[in-house]
T-cell receptor, first 110, second 119 residues
Framework: QKEVEQNSGPLSVPEGAIASLNCTYS??????FFWYRQYSGKSPELIMS????GDKEDGRFTAQLNKASQYVSLLIRDSQPSDSATYLC??????????FGTGTSLTVIP | GAGVSQSPRYKVAKRGQDVALRCDPI?????LFWYQQALGQGPEFLTY????????KSGLPSDRFFAERPEGSVSTLKIQRTQQEDSAVYLC?????????????????FGPGTRLTVL
């Protein structure tokens, strides 16, 4: 079982819709959670970090964390074509390592 | 500097050659990570430095891989006797504090990566 699981997609949504990206993790004591956006041929770019249960909003992005279910999600409201990218979920446990999922490919259709 | 920089951006090596990849983290960042990213995969942890101390090298795939950060700033990842399976993008990331923090201080910022192709 991988440490972090994501649906690889591809996920397609029309412009203006809400895109929902999901991630589950296996280490129950994980404490820090991150979403990165990665355009093709580029390096990952940090979008959101979340550390406690509940929702955290930043502009069009909302991260949701449920530690009991070991589940973290990212919602993108009013999706734009420029949001088309691969979204990586990353989880840090009590050690030094960060574990990344394989990423979900998102396409926003104009 | 403004961000994490890496060099070279692209490296082609013949099988058996040694390569050295450089990472220059954000100024003042304590933590430095190296990752390997294969096509279509997420980054895979290789090693972690806190200042000049290499605290975790559990992700290094073989003893051909070696990393150092002698003065607690610039880091070099060296791969000896490269093999075709070493072909990947090597990413460096830095964060402000040590990894004991559970807050925004452990947010990692990535460099542009070095794409290594071993022929």
């Amino acid at each position: 079982q991988k440490e972090v699981e994501q649906n690889s997609g591809p996920l397609s949504v029309p412009e203006g819709a809400i895109a929902s990206l999901n991630c589950t993790y296996s280490d129950r004591v994980s404490q820090s959670f991150f979403w990165y956006r990665q355009y093709s041929g580029k390096s990952p770019e940090l979008i959101m970090s979340i550390y406690s249960n509940g929702d955290k909003e930043d502009g069009r992005f909302t991260a949701q964390l449920n530690k009991a279910s070991q589940y973290v999600s990212l919602l993108i409201r009013d999706s734009q074509p420029s949001d088309s990218a691969t979204y990586l979920c990353a989880v840090k446990g009590t050690g030094n390592q960060f574990y990344f999922g394989t990423g979900t490919s998102l396409t926003v259709i104009p | 500097g403004a961000g994490v920089s890496q060099s070279p951006r692209y490296k082609v090596a013949k099988r058996g050659q040694d390569v050295a990849l450089r990472c220059d983290p954000i100024s003042g960042h304590v933590s430095l990570f190296w990752y390997q990213q294969a096509l279509g995969q997420g980054p895979e942890f290789l090693t972690y430095f806190q200042n000049e101390a290499q605290l975790d090298k559990s992700g290094l795939p073989s003893d051909r891989f070696f990393a150092e950060r002698p003065e607690g700033s610039v880091s070099t990842l060296k791969i000896q006797r490269t093999q075709q399976e070493d072909s990947a993008v090597y990413l460096c990331a830095s964060s402000l504090r040590g990894q004991g923090a559970i807050n925004s201080y452990n947010e990692q910022f990535f460099g542009p990566g070095t794409r290594l192709t071993v022929l």
